[in-house]
């Protein structure tokens, strides 16, 4: 049976807090087919959390995600499967993320179809990759241009977002009972059948829930319900749940939260309309992912556009789970797991550093792909995530040849060859990673690890007369005392004792140039000489990935001279 729900308009002035979304939960639940099942919870792909972060669980071990997210139009069809999921494959990815709009699977109300979803599973098992889907529901980079026609075309029954002059954006409000109940429903169907096509296979390993919410425009939504909860006096609940966590919050909620306020203004000043609509987004999806988490609990998460730089909110959608305002979407949506970055600006390393907050592991859904190839480093060395994931994966071509194949490939190739050694090493402290780039303002950076320095500065190269240097990024993970692999390209690193453990001389005991073949390290060649500056350092190809084993050594300091 396909339950198709009626309209039921409801008056603006009634049941906007929690006690209504509860309400839409149970009664999306109660007309959804009685198998509902939950699969046992330890056979489910799971993240264990820690005080730094966390770890993805899958089959009870810890599992490194080197993902790759699809273009917008890639899974629309299930042929499409058919030639993009083996070329992934052959580029180190283990892991797709895969939009499935609601226009996909449900394009009739009440009718739902999984036959392009379906396929995309059964070709990524026959592959060997898992999947992430990506519910592009209510809202897709702010819009809501992925919803079904059935949806579109009624604005009486599901209302638009108001701009600041009375016009209806092409976006769905926060505020339109029907939309809640409908995306509600949508959801939790499409997270029991995932349970029952994939339940002890777990191919599908998490779930993103919405993506890139946010309104754009001046201000807010400016529709008479909006209005009515803007001009009326914060929820209790959200203002004590604040309250109760002010030593958690980021330094531009802090700068805005004034606790003796009533309404949104006197509460958040400049960032009243922000954090408004942050908290309806944030109740929204909670609603959505509790409602899919009952039909099965996988990880859900949702990510974040975020700001250009001098970028406004509205500019960028507002009401995004940014960073500067995470304490709201904590307060709201205990559904989801995590909170992530979709970084396609070159700060790379603050924005991720932003969302590496107690309790939220980092997972990069999306990111640049033109600068994926070292940033990956800085994500699984220096943030501890346990994935990363550069949009628009399929449009690279995997080769056999080194010096045809994507940088990307090359990367996702030697963390390939490392993962089993990251995972642990992660958990352990044992990892460190940076990101130099040719323009980068500090041409030196330096990490510590196991007792020594390791100071990093971009490799040169010599096309012609010019003198230039490549993007440059490593991991290094100390693999045993004194011992360490380091993984990258495009740096010189210098070795050096940390005067902060002990006052002992470091130096370079041996450098091995490393293959990776049936799960074995085997020594291509041992640098020395030239090739390691005379014992001083190890310079990394400035366009070719490769890893090394390196040993170090502490001496006590020479002495000279007395009284």
């Given at each position: 049976m396909n339950p198709k729900i009626t309209n039921n308009p409801r008056h603006p002035e009634r049941g906007e807090g929690p006690l209504y979304f509860a309400l839409v939960v149970a009664v999306v639940c109660s007309l959804l087919p009685a198998a509902l099942t939950p699969a046992r919870a330890a056979d489910i792909p799971h993240i264990a959390k820690t005080a730094d972060g966390g770890q993805f669980i899958l089959d009870g071990k810890p599992y490194l995600i080197l993902g790759g997210e699809l273009g917008n139009s890639s899974a629309g069809v299930a042929a499409q499967a058919d030639t993009i999921l083996p070329k992934l494959a052959k580029l180190h990815v283990n892991t797709v993320l895969m939009p499935v709009a609601w226009e996909q699977i449900e394009p009739t109300e009440g009718q739902f179809d999984f036959t392009i979803l379906d396929h995309w599973i059964d070709v990524a098992r026959a592959e060997h990759l898992h999947i992430v889907p990506l519910w592009f529901g209510s809202w897709k980079n702010a819009f809501s241009n992925y919803t079904p026609a059935w949806v579109k075309q009624d604005t009486t029954r599901f209302p638009r977002a108001i701009s600041a002059d009375g016009a209806e954006l092409e976006i769905l409000s926060t505020l339109g009972p029907e939309t809640l109940k409908s995306d509600t429903r949508a959801f939790t169907r499409l997270m029991q059948h995932i349970q029952d096509k994939d339940a002890g296979q777990n191919t599908v390993l998490m779930v993103q829930v919405e993506n890139e919410v946010g309104y754009l425009g001046r201000g807010r939504d400016r529709s008479a319900a909006a209005n009515k909860l803007f001009a009326a006096p914060v929820p209790t609940s959200l203002m004590t749940n604040l309250k109760e966590h002010r030593d958690t919050f980021s330094p531009e909620l802090a700068a805005h939260f004034n606790p003796r306020g009533a309404t949104w203004k006197e509460v958040f000043g400049d960032a009243a309309d922000e954090v408004f609509m942050a908290w309806n987004y944030a109740r929204f999806i909670q609603t959505v992912a509790a409602a899919g988490k009952q039909a099965y609990a996988l990880p859900m998460y949702v990510n974040c556009q975020l700001p250009a730089p001098s970028e406004r909110a509205g500019e960028y959608p507002s009401g995004a789970p940014h960073p500067y305002y995470l304490a709201v979407y904590r307060a709201l949506a205990p559904a989801l797991d995590l909170y992530s970055p979709d970084i396609y600006w070159p700060n790379f390393e603050y924005w991720v550093?932003?969302?590496?907050?107690?309790?939220?592991?980092?997972?990069?859904?999306?990111?640049?792909?033109?600068?994926?190839?070292?940033?990956?480093?800085?994500?699984?060395?220096?943030?501890?995530?346990?994935?990363?994931?550069?949009?628009?994966?399929?449009?690279?071509?995997?080769?056999?040849?080194?010096?045809?194949?994507?940088?990307?490939?090359?990367?996702?190739?030697?963390?390939?060859?490392?993962?089993?050694?990251?995972?642990?090493?992660?958990?352990?402290?044992?990892?460190?990673?940076?990101?130099?780039?040719?323009?980068?303002?500090?041409?030196?950076?330096?990490?510590a690890l196991g007792g020594y320095l390791f100071e990093a500065t971009l490799s040169r190269s010599w096309p012609a007369k010019t003198l230039i240097a490549d993007d440059g990024a490593m991991i290094v993970i100390e693999s045993a005392p004194n011992e360490f692999y380091i993984s990258g390209r495009g740096l010189t690193v210098s070795f050096f004792r940390d005067p902060d453990v002990d006052e002992k001389t470091g130096g370079i005991a041996s450098i091995e140039e490393l293959t990776h073949a049936d799960g074995k390290w085997t020594t291509q060649r041992r640098l020395n000489g030239d090739q390691t500056n005379q014992g001083r350092s190890l310079s990394l190809a400035p366009k070719d990935v490769h890893t090394y084993r390196v040993k170090l050594y502490a001496t006590d300091s020479a002495r000279h001279g007395g009284q």
């Amino acid at each position: 049976m396909n339950p198709k729900i009626t309209n039921n308009p409801r008056h603006p002035e009634r049941g906007e807090g929690p006690l209504y979304f509860a309400l839409v939960v149970a009664v999306v639940c109660s007309l959804l087919p009685a198998a509902l099942t939950p699969a046992r919870a330890a056979d489910i792909p799971h993240i264990a959390k820690t005080a730094d972060g966390g770890q993805f669980i899958l089959d009870g071990k810890p599992y490194l995600i080197l993902g790759g997210e699809l273009g917008n139009s890639s899974a629309g069809v299930a042929a499409q499967a058919d030639t993009i999921l083996p070329k992934l494959a052959k580029l180190h990815v283990n892991t797709v993320l895969m939009p499935v709009a609601w226009e996909q699977i449900e394009p009739t109300e009440g009718q739902f179809d999984f036959t392009i979803l379906d396929h995309w599973i059964d070709v990524a098992r026959a592959e060997h990759l898992h999947i992430v889907p990506l519910w592009f529901g209510s809202w897709k980079n702010a819009f809501s241009n992925y919803t079904p026609a059935w949806v579109k075309q009624d604005t009486t029954r599901f209302p638009r977002a108001i701009s600041a002059d009375g016009a209806e954006l092409e976006i769905l409000s926060t505020l339109g009972p029907e939309t809640l109940k409908s995306d509600t429903r949508a959801f939790t169907r499409l997270m029991q059948h995932i349970q029952d096509k994939d339940a002890g296979q777990n191919t599908v390993l998490m779930v993103q829930v919405e993506n890139e919410v946010g309104y754009l425009g001046r201000g807010r939504d400016r529709s008479a319900a909006a209005n009515k909860l803007f001009a009326a006096p914060v929820p209790t609940s959200l203002m004590t749940n604040l309250k109760e966590h002010r030593d958690t919050f980021s330094p531009e909620l802090a700068a805005h939260f004034n606790p003796r306020g009533a309404t949104w203004k006197e509460v958040f000043g400049d960032a009243a309309d922000e954090v408004f609509m942050a908290w309806n987004y944030a109740r929204f999806i909670q609603t959505v992912a509790a409602a899919g988490k009952q039909a099965y609990a996988l990880p859900m998460y949702v990510n974040c556009q975020l700001p250009a730089p001098s970028e406004r909110a509205g500019e960028y959608p507002s009401g995004a789970p940014h960073p500067y305002y995470l304490a709201v979407y904590r307060a709201l949506a205990p559904a989801l797991d995590l909170y992530s970055p979709d970084i396609y600006w070159p700060n790379f390393e603050y924005w991720v550093q932003r969302y590496k907050t107690p309790g939220n592991p980092i997972f990069v859904p999306e990111a640049r792909i033109e600068a994926g190839p070292v940033n990956a480093f800085y994500a699984y060395g220096e943030a501890k995530a346990f994935g990363f994931s550069p949009f628009g994966i399929d449009s690279l071509e995997p080769s056999t040849d080194p010096k045809t194949q994507p940088a990307m490939q090359q990367t996702f190739e030697a963390l390939d060859n490392l993962a089993d050694m990251i995972v642990p090493a992660q958990a352990a402290g044992k990892t460190r990673g940076l990101v130099l780039h040719a323009d980068s303002p500090r041409p030196t950076q330096t990490v510590a690890l196991g007792g020594y320095l390791f100071e990093a500065t971009l490799s040169r190269s010599w096309p012609a007369k010019t003198l230039i240097a490549d993007d440059g990024a490593m991991i290094v993970i100390e693999s045993a005392p004194n011992e360490f692999y380091i993984s990258g390209r495009g740096l010189t690193v210098s070795f050096f004792r940390d005067p902060d453990v002990d006052e002992k001389t470091g130096g370079i005991a041996s450098i091995e140039e490393l293959t990776h073949a049936d799960g074995k390290w085997t020594t291509q060649r041992r640098l020395n000489g030239d090739q390691t500056n005379q014992g001083r350092s190890l310079s990394l190809a400035p366009k070719d990935v490769h890893t090394y084993r390196v040993k170090l050594y502490a001496t006590d300091s020479a002495r000279h001279g007395g009284q």
